[in-house]
């Protein structure tokens, strides 16, 4: 263990490095006064999560429409860490020029704090939101051997049902929990990785039921393979219209992933104008209009301000009801 | 005919050029590793690990695993030209490889390994290739009950990993799953051992310990090591051994791809081990004993068919079930995970064109390596006069400058800095990195299994026998436990026989 003692003093220097690096192309000085050149250099869009997952997949869709219309490359750099607080927090302390942006997901800044330790927990005031991109919807699925085919079955099987989540401080967790307290049964817990292994898990019949992202359950779904009893969300899905909503069923728990793309705080004005137009240029490609389609992910092409509006009322939300419920994200029940 | 299908199709992904190239690559790179005495093919899987990052997974796959079966084929050449095992793999080789080319038979001796090699090789894909689907039928029955009871089986082997000294093999185990608990608890959100870092929330990355481990450490140790001097190698001629040659090492050969395949397969198990107990066997089952260290084409071609065999066949539990039998495994799962492929028994079903044409390039690659190994014996061998001062700061460069681009983080580089002390370290005072990684890999996988059957079987630990796999596996797991004896038995013979000081120096080598 005796690494640990170093490791600050390392990382601080090494962001210290990886700064000086960014900020050499855009040798002016004090940055933000001359925004009228704006981009200057490449823009980055960082992303918490591993490449290769929906969040990574939208931001190299953004990156792509939007680096055409500034003029200026966009690499996306994947920094996984967290769920994506240690991006964040990279971010957010770049300075605030604009050329370092982050895709920021919802359930980082509403769902993840009532599981971790608030200095860990990310704070949406700590960054500009730039714009809101889209929905991604959570379905509740539920395995061929549950004998599970609405909702009802569920609720009225009336023993203990072992639900899958994706992991702890998830919008999967969240929903389910909340759903199965408002339903009044009785439920166990099982968090795994990620969306893969617990659609898998349901698939075997480990768990009866699971919560997971569209995307990733569509292809089972429509095989027939596991059966989807309600999303989340608080309309019906467009890619799945004859599931019924939460709310519908008469459970008050909306909850979907949504992901929106953020500058460091006090980014200027005009900055933030360019890039929005340059996104919502992106918006309007058919390019992008098809990789929404092809993924399940729902426009949700919203200003910054409403961003943080809509965000910080589900986070509040969730608060409220994991309080009325004496529910705990972290398993301690 | 359906189940072919797949298979076929395999045959298609590997043909494509760029994937044949990286075959190409791989089994070349292994080839050169194989020849050097000090970096072994984790080493060097461990180093190139980040170069696979923008490539396809199943073109890094073909090529890493190039690296790890062509190795197998590089070591033997020095074994039998210049008395020095390039391999841990390769070691008993050279018992009888090198009294053949000193009676001038040379060429027939690196004909046999290469023959007896392909065979091997080729006699697990074969294996491979019917057990897997067979594996995959399963799939969906493998629950969180299933991979505790295989990630017990697991760490037990690894725990008694033939080599070292097992007290340090455990010391160095224990070590690899305390590691293993650093970072977010997955069940519970709480952070463990991170010290409010949040670079720590994720629990340390599998890829920098073993780049740091394997890589960097085995650099700084080969640093310490004085190499002897690269002597002008035996003439090699005659490369086609004769009818009496190949008749008497027939038996060898089938032997040993037999062997070689099952000691593949189990946990712990891999081309060392392979290569030792099929001497030991040829020794045993001949006639004439005392021919052995003299020159007998058996000594030769049985432990290379084995520890070929054994390379392959060690795929297996890897792509089959998701758990790494050893060192270099653990490292192609890591590879895999880079490239956002999680191995198990999913994997046939979801990914078959990953599955198949890494299968599939093992047949081209051993090809490949068949070509190439007899007519470049000569430019192979000139490899060694690479000094250590050279290859040495280039290989570490490397290393650094690929942890970073992973992740784009200057965490990691200081985590491969750190543990490639570790790995030094332990090199220097007599333990075995291998169990520290495995042990790291199997220990998240068991306590989140582990804890995931637990709560479906609402904390009743007797559940695990209601499940009939899990049942059998923790059975396995009792039978298994004395295995490791018996094994070890075997070993200490063979290394007993031999009065070659080399084994004890190169044992060490993963």
Request: aromatic share 8%; glycine share 10%; proline share 6%.
């Amino acid at each position: 263990m005796m690494h640990f003692p170093s490791r600050r003093t390392v990382l601080g220097a090494a962001s210290a490095v990886t700064l000086l690096a960014l900020t050499a192309c855009g040798n002016v000085a004090g940055g933000s006064t001359d925004s009228s050149k704006y981009p200057n250099g490449p823009v980055s869009l960082t992303v918490g999560q591993a490449a290769g997952g929906s969040t990574d997949l939208i931001a190299r869709a953004i990156s792509e429409g939007a680096s055409k219309t500034l003029g200026a490359p966009m690499p996306v750099v994947n920094k996984p860490g967290a769920n994506g607080a240690l991006a964040t927090k990279e971010v957010a302390g770049k300075p605030a020029d604009g050329q370092n942006l982050l895709l920021v997901t919802a359930s980082l800044v509403t769902i993840t704090p009532l599981a971790v330790t608030a200095d860990e927990a990310v704070n949406i005031d700590d960054l500009d939101i730039i714009a809101g991109l889209s929905q991604d919807d959570y379905v509740l699925v539920a395995s061929k051997a549950s004998g599970f085919n609405s909702i009802k079955d569920l609720t009225g099987a009336g023993r203990n049902i072992t639900f899958g989540t994706t992991g702890v401080g998830t919008g999967s967790q969240l929903a389910q929990t909340v759903l199965f307290k408002q339903a009044g049964v009785k439920g166990t817990d099982v968090p795994f990785d990620s969306g893969k292994p617990a659609l898998t898990a349901v698939l075997g019949n480990q768990v009866e039921v699971s919560t997971i992202q569209l995307g990733e359950a569509m292809p089972q779904i429509k095989a027939g393979k596991v059966a989807p009893l309600l999303v989340f969300s608080e309309e019906r899905n467009s890619f799945l219209p004859d599931v019924p909503t939460a709310k519908e069923s008469g459970y008050d728990v909306p909850v979907a992933q949504y992901r929106a793309v953020a500058a460091p705080k006090g980014t200027p004005k005009d900055v933030k104008d360019k890039l929005l137009a340059a996104i919502q240029e992106t918006f309007k490609s058919d390019s992008y209009k098809e990789f929404n389609k092809k993924n399940m992910l729902t426009p949700k092409e919203i200003s910054g301000e409403e961003v943080v509006t809509q965000w910080k009322d589900y986070a509040a939300k969730y608060k409220s009801l994991v309080e009325k419920y004496d529910i705990s994200l972290s398993g301690t029940k | 005919m359906d189940f072919l299908n797949p298979v076929i199709n395999g045959f298609v992904v590997v043909l494509e050029p760029s994937n044949l190239l990286y075959c190409l690559i791989g089994v070349v790179i292994g080839m050169l590793i194989g020849v050097l005495p000090g970096l072994g093919p984790a080493a060097t899987i461990a180093i190139l690990l980040p170069l696979t990052y923008n490539v396809e997974p199943v073109t890094a796959i073909i090529m890493l695993a190039g690296i790890f079966y062509g190795a197998q084929y590089g070591g033997t050449i020095t074994s039998v030209l210049l008395r020095l095992p390039g391999e841990a793999s390769s070691v008993v080789t050279v018992f009888d490889g090198y009294q053949m080319a000193k009676q001038g038979k040379a060429g027939t001796a690196l004909g046999l390994a290469s023959i007896g090699s392909f065979i091997g090789g080729t006699a697990s894909i074969i294996g491979l290739t019917f057990l897997a689907p067979v594996v995959a039928s399963f799939a969906l029955d493998f629950g969180p009950a299933e991979y505790s009871a295989l990630a017990l089986l697991g760490i037990l082997l690894v725990a008694t990993i033939s080599n070292g000294a097992k007290t340090k093999a455990l010391i160095a185990a224990a070590v690899g799953l305390l590691l293993a608990t650093v970072g977010r608890d997955i069940f519970t959100g709480e952070s463990r051992f991170t010290f409010g870092n949040l670079e720590l929330a994720d629990g340390i990355d599998f890829v920098p310990i073993a780049m740091g481990v394997f890589g960097l450490g085995e650099i700084l140790y080969n640093l310490e090591e004085r190499h002897r001097a690269a002597k002008a190698p035996s003439k090699v001629t005659n490369v086609w051994p004769s009818r009496t040659d190949l008749k008497q090492a027939s038996g060898a050969i089938a032997r040993g791809s037999v062997l070689g395949f099952f000691l593949g397969i189990l946990p712990g198990g891999g081309a060392t081990i392979a290569s030792m107990a099929s001497y030991a066997m040829e020794k045993k089952r001949a006639k004439q004993p005392e021919r052995f260290g003299k020159g007998a084409p058996e000594g030769v071609a049985g432990p290379e068919t084995a520890n070929n065999a054994a390379a392959t066949s060690s795929f297996i539990p890897l792509l089959t079930l998701g758990i790494p039998a050893n060192a270099t495994m653990a490292l192609m799962f890591g590879a895999l995970l880079i490239q956002g492929v999680t191995p198990g028994p999913q994997l046939v079903e979801q990914d078959p064109g990953l599955f198949w044409g890494v299968v599939n390039s093992m047949y081209i690659g051993n090809i490949l390596l068949l070509i190439m190994s007899l007519p470049l014996v000569g430019i192979f061998v000139k490899i060694l006069r690479v000094r250590a001062a050279i290859l040495a700061p280039v290989t570490a460069l490397i290393t650094l400058l690929g942890a970073y681009t992973i992740n784009n983080s200057m965490f990691d580089v200081t985590l491969v800095v750190v543990f490639g002390i570790v790995g030094y370290l332990m090199k220097k005072f007599g333990f075995e990195p291998g169990p520290l990684v495995l042990a790291f890999v199997l220990g998240s996988l068991l306590e989140s299994s582990l804890r995931r059957s637990l709560l479906v079987f609402g904390g009743d630990p007797t559940g695990f026998f209601t499940r009939p796999i899990s049942a059998t596996l923790l059975t396995v797991f009792v039978l298994v436990a004395v295995l490791p004896g018996i094994r070890t038995l075997l070993a200490k013979r063979t290394t007993a026989q031999s009065e070659q000081p080399i084994t004890t120096k190169i044992k060490e080598k993963v």
